[in-house]
């Protein structure tokens, strides 16, 4: 049974829930300020000491935006850099000839597959939106038909497919054979994909409608028409380059002796953060002073970039500040016991306690290396396990709807500028249904295996 104390905390964090969604979605109120006051009331109701409420909001904003905000901000400055000269036009006219303008959906599903193989969602995101935004409006295809497979891919190989970052906790964790992971990992992952993006994004398309106005849109496809477009190969060169760092980075070990200075120069390269720098950098060469842009024209592009990021950056980070209140109030250790004491089979627990704690906390990386910790001594000590499909459930379960808590929810529904239940009819139901769907493909692969 569970204690009336746990049950008071999930029936609080459900309300606190619903109640930011009717006062940003009805009443209207800034987003920022409903995140702030709703994590405010629930650690009240919560009982957390009151000293330490704000302490724990500023901890949840803080550590949030020490990963994102840099991110966004290069990712931007390559972004308009692509848009400026002519890069994204000319990867996105590319694909079109490649694909056909009716396969615009596969397009994209297939380069963000490729793209955030090595790098975490937020990163992959603003890497490709500046192509997404030109694809969708050379073709005139909805933002959600053609953006949506987009996410779906990023999302699948963030939490199902090896060497990225986020399924190499639950693989190493598990001490799953990476080979074989992978192989399950694509094998799931590909169909789960096509499910959760180019099929369910023609089935909700017709039904969000967008504003025709999107300034983050106009930011990153504006061009000079004055000057040419620049060549595919070094288009895609510059945008996969920071993908190429990371992917050393995540290998270092494989290349390099551990402990070695070139080990450590492999790693440090390889850091999200730096990767994008140095893209941003060369983005500088390559599109920037290449193209004949001026020193003092390349200044500006990279400067005025930044004003459309800053209410992401906040709303990003007011997310955060949330989630660290769900934590810190209890919720998340009251639904861990929920799932713990339901006595599922093994790979439901693994996906259970990975869902509970993605709602929780709004970070699928927190809930996929946190559910895999408690999980792993129990497979250690059960027969049967197959603990490269265990690996892959527990990457399932992170995924699952993401909501107002989880930082990719407010970067997605401000680049694409829909309302939260827009957001919600969209990408929080395309995570769900990858997230139950890869469940279903692992369950049958572990009942053959």
Not at 367 to 386: E, R
Request: proline fraction near 5%.
């Amino acid at each position: 049974m569970i204690d009336s104390h746990s049950m008071f905390l999930l029936v609080a964090a459900f309300v606190s829930v619903v109640s930011l969604i009717v006062l940003i979605a009805i009443v209207k109120l800034n987003p920022v300020i409903t995140l702030l006051v709703t994590a405010l009331g629930l650690a009240i109701v919560a009982g957390m000491p009151l000293p330490a409420i704000v302490h724990s909001f500023e901890s949840g904003v803080g550590g949030t935006l020490g990963h994102i905000a840099i991110i966004l901000a290069l990712g931007t400055m390559l972004g308009k850099m692509m848009a400026e000269s002519g890069a994204a036009d000319q990867i996105a006219h590319t694909l079109v000839r490649v694909f056909g303008e009716k396969n615009v959906p596969w397009a994209m599903v297939v380069i963000a597959l490729i793209v955030g193989l090595p790098a975490f969602f937020e990163v992959a995101f603003v890497l490709l939106v500046p192509v997404l935004f030109t694809v969708a409006r050379r073709t005139n295809t909805s933002l959600i038909m053609a953006g949506l497979p987009m996410v779906a891919g990023l999302s699948v190989v963030h939490g199902l497919v090896p060497p990225h970052p986020a399924a190499m906790l639950a693989v190493a964790t598990y001490h799953a054979d990476v080979g074989r992971t992978i192989f399950y990992g694509f094998l799931i992952g590909l169909p789960t994909a096509v499910i959760a993006g180019p099929l369910y994004a023609r089935l909700i398309a017709p039904h969000v409608v967008l504003s025709n106005e999107n300034p983050i849109a106009d930011q990153l496809t504006t061009r000079d028409p004055s000057h040419g477009l620049p060549g595919f190969w070094i288009s895609v060169f510059t945008i996969l380059f920071p993908v190429l760092l990371m992917l050393a980075g995540s290998w270092a070990d494989a290349f390099t002796a551990p402990g070695t200075s070139a080990n450590s120069i492999l790693r440090l390269v390889g850091n999200d953060d730096l990767a994008l720098l140095i893209g941003v950098l060369l983005s500088f060469i390559t599109l920037g002073v290449m193209r004949g842009f001026s020193r003092d024209t390349v200044l500006r592009f990279s400067t005025e970039c930044l004003g459309p990021t800053a209410a992401i950056t906040l709303l990003v980070g007011a997310g955060g500040g949330f989630g660290r209140i769900l934590q810190d109030s209890g919720v998340s250790t009251a639904i861990i016991a929920v799932a713990l004491k339901s006595h599922v089979p093994l790979l439901l627990l693994a996906w259970s306690l990975a869902a509970a704690l993605r709602l929780a906390t709004g970070s699928a990386t927190v809930a996929m290396a946190t559910a895999a910790s408690i999980v792993a001594p129990i497979a250690l000590h059960s027969s049967g396990v197959h603990p490269e499909l265990l690996a892959i459930a527990t990457g399932a379960g992170s995924l699952i709807f993401s909501n107002v808590n989880d930082a990719g929810f407010w970067l997605i529904k401000e680049y694409f500028n829909m309302t939260v239940v827009q957001t919600m009819k969209t990408w929080s139901v395309c995570e769900t249904i990858i997230s139950v769907t890869a469940l279903a493909f692992a369950s049958l692969a572990w009942h053959f295996a």
